[in-house]
């Protein structure tokens, strides 16, 4: 019986921790992880290239300001090779735009944005139902 009880009991943490673990991993926390203060503009915009790469992938990647959240990387990336304090995100391809941020900004967007789409990716998995007509919700 002790036998059992200890094998339950072990049982129960592995499914916790595995559990916590899987929530880890899909749900990250786009605040820490694009925080230029702790972490440093460098491997703030390698996060968001990072993930960028995953969302890509998956064909989630955003696109804000008429511009897509790669660009963004790229200009920034640009951005601290040169020193400069704003990047124009549409300027390296030779267009004019009137997007101009400034380069942490724009370093913390990119991030931002990079990790928002897999977490919204996820989050639909688990939410979408929410939003289907004839489920009980009235609209």
Not at 57 to 80: H, Y
């Amino acid at each position: 019986m002790k036998k059992l009880i200890n094998l339950t009991i072990a049982a129960t943490a592995a499914l916790t921790l595995s559990t916590s673990l899987y929530a880890d991993n899909h749900m990250m926390d786009e605040k820490a992880m694009c925080d230029i203060k702790a972490n440093g503009i460098e491997k703030v915009i390698a996060t968001a290239k990072k993930y960028n790469e995953i969302a890509k992938e998956k064909g989630l990647e955003f696109r804000r300001l008429n511009v897509n959240n790669s660009d963004l990387i790229i200009s920034v990336e640009e951005a601290i090779k040169t020193g400069a304090k704003e990047v124009n995100p549409k300027t390296f391809k030779g267009k004019k735009s009137k997007t101009v941020l400034e380069t942490n900004y724009a370093a913390v967007r990119a991030c931002k944005f990079a990790i928002a789409a897999l977490n919204q990716a996820e989050e639909g998995k688990k939410t979408w139902r929410l939003a289907v007509p004839g489920d009980g919700y009235k609209y």
